[in-house]
Every structure is written in structure tokens, then in C-alpha cells.
């Protein structure tokens, strides 16, 4: 009955995930709750890590692109998966080093790294630094040479893709904060610029097209792209470019009319096209490595809320508030997001009516979904939103000082905590009077 097969509706007719009762959960561990299907964070992780071995033997990587959700727990599951990780932070990198995560194995992104995090990103031996303009690739090697080392780089390139996404989550177009240039010659020249230097070894190519993406179109068209500078930099500089790593952006299914394709087409696709390209330009097949964020973890995950306060204003709207909002989910206010739901107690209850799902905070923006179709909600119902693993907890504020909810993993019946709920003694630790 739901668009997300792992969720179940059980004999008290209450949602079920990965084999917990939700009204059960709530009761545990309080609300709002962030919980989240470790099966399905498993499966999708070994989709890709599947299909690289499948579909291009083995040469390459899935890295998780661990925005979507940095947690300790979650680069434990995809070190177990045999997945690397990119990180955009000095603190994504700390939390996936805490967990035990393999340095070798991890991409460290951004458009303006501190010297801090370059630092601290070449003394933990971090594998490759995704190099994004000149003042970096300058910065960096001047490290290196202090440090005595060598840091293997790739660079992020634009490559004028418009992957007809919302505006503000496409960044692969030249007006962007993110990259260098193709069509200008910039790419080229950054990577004759870096050859000549003693603290960095180019290795490889990288660019991101977007986010939210549900055509292999797209990811085929950036392969050519990226495969036919790989050409341009071999016989123009006499470089050979060894990995090729062309970014996420696979769509997920938030509402219906969101229609994913199977992960693991993309590799497929991605592979046909990079073989059949290096063999027509006579290049070396690449390592390829491909960033899914949003699509390992994205559906795995549920939000649990309370309902609060229900206010009807005849003929205008009926506001359903909840206990949490857009601290704990944002996507609504930043990007006008769309969210299916559900009352998790009577799961198998029809709709009845159209109403808005509001949250907690002081802003008449705070909502979770504009018109969601529910069985008349009262006080005390719990409210499940659906599809909230990635970029829900990962942007989570403390807004309004409300403390970040706790977060729990479910698998066979079982769940288990894996972070902690804020307490308010965590909201004033760092406040000084
Ligand atoms: C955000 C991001 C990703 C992941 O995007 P998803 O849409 O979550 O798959 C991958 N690579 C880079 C460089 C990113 O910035």
C-alpha cells in the first residue's frame, strides 16, 4: 500500500519499518525521531558496489557522499560495504576518521578548504584531495612541499551540463561557485599549471551535475565530456588522466510521480559509454567512481513526530502542527520540497481529508507538507513522514534552541540508537556568560 516497500502496516494497524512498530518506537525513544532501515542503507550500497563489479570489472569505486547523512554509524556501515566516502568538511572527515574509516579511501571535497582542513587532510593521509581552483591547488602544494609529501588530486571541472534539476541544487553550468571550466580553457591550463608542481600528482577528473536526477541521459553526456578532455589533456600535455569520477545526484522517490530508476543502471550505462569511448580515442580505461549521497540513504529513512495543536480556519485551511518542523527538516523551507506521509498509528486508515502538516518554529515557512492527505488527525496521533534519511538530520538546526532529535537504526525487529537526542544542557554548553 505505500510507494516504499519496506514499510509495512502491521495487526494493530500501525506502520511498520524494518520490522518495529513505529508507535512502539516513539514511545521508546521520544519524538521527533529521526529512524532509519539499515537493510535498505545496506542494499543500496551494494547496488552500486555491485554494478562497478559487474559492469566495469571491478575498477573503481562507489564513494558515499556523506552530506546527505555524517554520522559515526553510517561510515561504519559503508566501510563494511566496501564503499569509500567523499566529505566536504573538516568535520565530516573528523566523524568518518572517529568511526575507524580507512583515510585511503576517502575524497575530500569543497570550494574553499581552510588551511586547517588541508592540513589536517594531508597529515591523516586522506587518499585524494578534490582540487576545485588555483588559490587551492597553490595553497595545497606549498603544504606538501613543507610536509614533504605528495598529495594525490583530482580537479572539479565544469562540464556545462544542464541537468534539469530546481536551479538551486544544479552546479554543473559555468555560473557556479563550484569548479573550473571547460569551455574556457581553464580546466586544461589548471592541469598544466599543477603538473609542473612538486607537492601534487594529478591523478584525476571529477565534476557533479546535480542533484535529484532520474535520466541516465545526463551521466552519459558528462562520461563523453569528461572522457574527450581526458583526450584533450593526453595529447595536448602528454598526461594520462587515471580516474574518472563523475558525482551523484540519482534520484530518489520522495512523493508519487518521483519514478527512480534502478541504481545500478547508472553505472551500467556510465560503463558502456566510458569503454567505448576510450577504446574509440585509443585511452587507457579509467578508475570510475561515482558519488552516490541522497540515493543510499535518502529512502531508508523515516521521521516520527507527535501532533500537537490542530487549528481549522473555516474556508481558508487546516493547520496540523507536530513537534518538530523545519530544525529538524529544512527541505521545505530551502527548496520547497515535497514529502508524502502518514499517521503511523493508523497506518491503514484512509484519508480524509487535505490539511496543512506544520512544525514548531517561529516562521510562518515552517512546514513539512503544504496538502497532505490524512485521516482527521488529533493531539497525541504520530505522524510519519516518509523518505527523510538524506539531508534531514545532516541540516538539522538547533533553531529556536529546540535540540536535535535522536536518530535509530532498525533491522529484523530490532533498533538501536545511533545518536543520541539533545538534551538543553547540549544547547548551552558552549555559551559563556
Ligand atoms: C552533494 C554531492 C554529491 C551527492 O549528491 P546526491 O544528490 O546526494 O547523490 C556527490 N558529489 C558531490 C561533489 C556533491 O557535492
Known sequence: MFRHDNLTVNDRNHLVIGGCDCVDLAAQYGTPLYVMDEDVIRSNARAYKNAIDKYYGGNGMALYASKALSVMYMYKI???????????????????????????????????????????????????????????????????????????????????????????????????????????????????????????????????????????????EAARVMLGFVAEVKSKLGIEISELNLGGGFGIRYVEGDAPIAYDSYIEAVSRVVKSICEEKGLKLPRILMEPGRSIVGDAGITLYTIGMVKDIPGVRKYVSVDGGMADNPRYIMYDAEYDGVLANRAGDRPEETVTLCGRCCESGDILIKNAHLPSAKKGDIMCIMSTGAYNY????????????????????????????????????????
Open 394 to 433: 545532516s541540516m538539522a538546526s538547533n533553531y529556536n534552541r529546540i535540540p536535535r532529535p535522536a536518530l535509530v537504526m532498525v533491522s529484523g525487529g530490532k533498533s538501536k540508537l545511533a545518536v543520541k537526542r539533545e538534551t538543553y544542557e547540549d544547547i548551552v554548553r558552549n555559551d559563556i556568560i
Open 78 to 220: 559503508v566501510a563494511e560495504e566496501g564503499l569509500g566516502v567523499d566529505v566536504v568538511s573538516g568535520g565530516e572527515l573528523y566523524t568518518a576518521l572517529k568511526a575507524g574509516f580507512n583515510p585511503e579511501n576517502i575524497y575530500f571535497h569543497g570550494n574553499n578548504k581552510t588551511t586547517d582542513e588541508l592540513n589536517f587532510a594531508l597529515d591523516e593521509g586522506v587518499g585524494r584531495i578534490v582540487v576545485d581552483n588555483y588559490d587551492e591547488l597553490s595553497e595545497l602544494n606549498t603544504l606538501c612541499i613543507s610536509k614533504g609529501k605528495v598529495a594525490k588530486i583530482l580537479f572539479r571541472i565544469k562540464p556545462g551540463i544542464d541537468a534539469h534539476t530546481h536551479e538551486f541544487i544544479s552546479t554543473g553550468q559555468i555560473d557556479s561557485k563550484f569548479g573550473v571550466t571547460l569551455e574556457n580553457g581553464e580546466a586544461l591550463d589548471i592541469i598544466k599549471t599543477a603538473s609542473q608542481m612538486e607537492g601534487v600528482e594529478v591523478v584525476g577528473v571529477h565534476c557533479h551535475i546535480g542533484s535529484q536526477i532520474f535520466e541516465l541521459a545526463p551521466f552519459e
